[in-house]
């Protein structure tokens, strides 16, 4: 069975049980939804403006308090790397996300983690779950229905929706991201394209050396194992499975069903 463990390590993923053990890899895209619908959510209601505006201000979110940029002092290190420090007249405020003036929240269901870092330009809807140390970079767009784990990079231009990303996984330069998951450390060249609905009608099939499986998804994009490389410009077919520690090479076009773990995919 092409369960989670033949894809990923999930024991730091803060959100593992989103995987069903006993079922295929992709029946977390099926939780997805029901998952997010329930997850509790922290009320930021008087703090980020209602009906799409844009937030006027950085704000700072420092556990139950709430800060103005020119409250504090803020370095802009790299947030993955535990790097954004926030501090209020000399005191650091260890874990302060920070999140910039331009950033747009469409709906209310978004959970905020520990060091995250939101820059302006971006437009994230709910639901949307984010986890410590994450950088959501100018102009990322989050369609709803997306669940990032620790030390995630959602770059700039980059669109996601109903997608999950594992620890540290990547997508940091002109991505999209539809219906897919991302394993640990996996990362996508500038470029990549994740593509999720085929031309025909009916459900995306995944073909493996046991024959063709219904995966029950209308719309499904790509799985990528842990430590799994994209060069710039590569897209994959719908259904696409890749295994761990594997690459796909420069302008190619990975064909769907599943693709053992450290091969190379190339035109």
């Known amino acids: 069975m092409l369960s989670s463990t033949c894809f990923f390590d999930l024991h730091d993923f803060s959100f593992a049980e989103i995987f069903t053990p006993d079922e295929p890899v992709w029946s977390a895209l099926h939780n997805l939804k029901p998952y997010l619908s329930a997850f509790s959510y922290p009320n930021y209601s008087k703090i980020f403006p209602r009906n799409g505006e844009p937030l006027a201000k950085t ?57 995250v870092l939101i820059e302006p330009g971006a437009m994230i809807s709910s ?9 959501i970079r100018q102009g990322a767009y989050i369609r709803g229905y997306c669940l990032f784990g620790k030390q995630c990079v959602v770059g700039h231009v980059t669109e996601v929706k109903h997608s999950i990303f594992l620890n540290d996984a990547k997508a940091g330069h002109f991505a999209y991201l539809g219906d897919s998951i991302l394993g640990t450390d996996a990362n996508l060249g500038a470029g990549t394209k994740l593509a999720n609905l085929k031309f025909t009608t009916g459900n995306v099939s995944i073909k493996t050396p046991e024959g063709v499986i219904d995966t029950g998804l ?19 077919n719908p ?22 773990g450290t091969c190379i995919i190339r035109d």
């Open 127 to 135: 639901p949307t779950v984010i986890d410590d140390r994450t950088v």
């Open 239 to 260: 259904g696409t499975l890749i295994g761990p520690r594997s690459m796909i090479l420069p302008n190619t076009t990975a064909p769907s069903g599943l693709h053992k």
């Open 59 to 115: 704000i700072v979110l420092h556990g139950d308090a709430t800060y103005l940029a020119d409250e504090v002092d803020i370095v802009f290190g790299d947030a993955p790397k535990g790097e954004l420090m926030v501090s209020k007249a000399g005191k650091p405020l260890p874990g302060a996300s920070v999140i910039m003036a331009g950033v747009v929240f469409m709906g209310e269901q978004i959970s905020i983690g520990q060091g």
């Open 218 to 236: 209308r719309k499904f994009g790509a799985i990528l194992a842990d430590k799994v490389q994209t060069g710039c410009n590569s897209v994959t």
